[in-house]
């Protein structure tokens, strides 16, 4: 290693956010970038860039390609445990997700605008997710996407098959909410569909923040920027701690080959590492002091709302027999994933027609099973995020809090009774070979019975959030609108974790969203400090 490693930004993580801030920052060629990523250069092997195994990724947990962790016994799901993880590897979470694209809709964007101000504005929104994808496929509102960005979009299937429209035409029935082309197009956020908008290259291979944004016109083999660029990446670093100098963030601690390694930033340190941003934080010593003088960490900024507003979407199923004619995907496109989906309002919440609250997504089998994702959108439980002791490699307690509030399994419950029900019996008026297996007519109709399947048969979904929220100190932020760590100064959070207001999908479009209005803030107050610093010389020579 350099013997002084010396840069003007120093980035933590190479996830949506990460690797969108490092290749932007370092667009122009006098600014020096580090990235460190605690994996290693994954996207050729076949468990990633294969999409086909984009599920089975999420059911086996490949070690290599994950972060080893578990989650505190759920006391609102009688104690069942989650794993704790994400990508650990070039990518994160990008790289090892279901490859869902799914902007947050206006309504919540508009939430963000309330808080923060006109930077985050759905507007703003719009066109900058139109920077940042190329998408190809159909859509009723051309000007709604980008096409000339650095993120692959592909809408997939283009063929759907009998299996998807079926679905969709019980969904129809069922809600009635009429099929949409593009849930993407802020005009038709809600309704059922045959094609879901893909993380995919055209040729149906996984698209990460990696292949994007960290691609070979960016970045050599061996980890350095290309064409002048001032961009270094070093894989299988781990992120230690912050390090800081009267408040200023001056570095970072990171661990490679066994040795711990000090890297200095001139200008700011940012953290992008997900679900471990928070552990770094406190790590670095901020958050409650009364939790960091326990955990034997000095307290550089006391801010007991670090780590205290967790969020994730709830996940549960609902499986039919099917038809064994209809297929799931077609054959000549199984990176499609999907058998159809729905974005939803909530059932009961007849005021609010027009806004998302349950996700379905149709998952087929070769075993004459479709199976319903369900996921509620909008939960009011809230979890968070301890550290047990000052060793940056012990796993932090976190505690997801699902179903903690009694409101949400109503509102899953509802799911069953009104959706689950009501799709199920067009489905049967359809084609009657489609029966609900799981849970049965009965279980649904009987509320103790219901109740114990949504808890039995809950999954984790990897939608972390907001344990680091964007919001004034006030208001139980831990950074402001910009993503300035408050208390502090020179330290940046960009990722999902400060997202303020639960979004209303998949979590990635967010973190790409958050990534690049950050970064682009950052270029501003540069370049608004160089034009400050040129005024004041030509004063002073006239003076």
Request: one cysteine or more; charged letters at 25%.
């Amino acid at each position: 290693m350099e013997r002084e490693l010396d840069f003007d930004y120093i980035i933590v993580g190479t996830g949506p956010a990460g690797a969108v801030i490092a290749k932007t920052l370092s667009d122009d060629k006098r600014t020096s970038v580090l990235v460190l990523e605690a994996g290693g250069n994954n996207d050729k092997d076949k468990p990633i860039s294969d999409s086909t195994m984009a599920s089975e990724l999420e059911e086996r947990f490949f070690p290599q390609y994950f972060w080893q962790g578990e989650g505190v016994p759920q006391t609102g799901l009688d104690d069942q445990a989650f794993e704790w993880t994400t990508g650990r590897l070039l990518g994160g979470g990008s790289s090892i997700n279901g490859e869902q694209y799914v902007r947050p809709t206006g309504k919540v964007i508009k939430e963000w605008e309330r808080l923060l101000g006109p930077l985050w504005s759905p507007k703003r929104a719009i066109l900058r997710f139109k920077k940042l994808e190329k998408y190809n496929g159909k859509t009723n509102n051309a000007s709604a996407h980008g096409y000339r960005g650095r993120i692959d979009i592909r809408q997939a299937p283009v063929n759907p098959t009998s299996m998807a429209k079926k679905l969709v035409a019980a969904i129809e029935r069922a809600t009635g909410f009429s099929e949409i082309l593009d849930y993407n197009n802020p005009k038709t956020t809600i309704g059922p569909f045959t094609r879901w908008q893909l993380y995919q290259q055209p040729n149906g291979r996984r698209e990460s923040s990696s292949t994007a944004f960290l691609s070979s016109d960016v970045l050599t083999l061996n980890g350095r920027g290309v064409n002048g660029r001032k961009l270094r990446l070093f894989s299988d670093s781990t992120a230690l701690r912050v390090i800081f100098s009267n408040k200023r963030a001056r570095g970072v601690e990171f661990l490679k080959n066994g040795k711990r390694i000090i890297a200095h930033a001139r200008k700011k340190v940012i953290i992008a590492a997900g679900i471990n941003s928070t552990q770094i934080l406190m790590l670095s010593g901020i958050g409650s002091a009364k939790a960091l003088k326990e955990a034997g960490i000095r307290c550089i900024f006391h801010n007991p709302n670090v780590g205290k507003s967790l969020r994730n979407h709830t996940l549960n199923f609902a499986v039919f027999q099917s038809n064994p004619s209809d297929r799931p995907l077609p054959s000549n496109d199984p990176n499609a994933l999907y058998t159809g989906g729905a974005f939803l309002p909530d059932p009961l919440e007849i005021d609010s027609k027009r806004r998302r609250a349950v996700q379905i997504l149709g998952i087929g089998s070769e075993e004459d099973t479709l199976t319903l994702g369900l996921i509620y959108l909008r939960p009011k439980s809230r979890g968070s995020i301890k550290i047990q002791n000052k060793d940056p490699l012990k796993i932090v307690l976190a505690d997801e809090g699902f179903l903690d509030n009694p409101i949400d399994l109503e509102a899953v419950k509802n799911i069953y009774k009104i959706y689950v029900k009501h799709i199920a019996a067009e489905l049967f008026s359809i084609d009657p070979t489609y029966r609900l297996i799981s849970p049965t007519l009965e279980t649904i109709d009987d509320d103790t019975k219901l109740e114990q399947f949504i808890k039995e048969n809950f999954d984790h979904n990897h939608h972390q959030q907001s344990s680091l929220r964007m919001a004034p100190l006030k208001n139980g932020g831990v950074v402001d609108r910009r993503g300035n760590v408050h208390g502090v100064k020179d330290l940046i959070v960009a990722d999902a974790s400060i997202i303020p207001f639960t979004v209303d999908g998949n979590t990635s479009a967010a973190a790409y969203l958050i990534g690049y209005t950050i970064a682009k803030q950052i270029i501003w107050i540069d370049k608004r400090k160089q034009r400050r610093k040129i005024r004041e010389r030509f004063e002073n020579i006239e003076e």
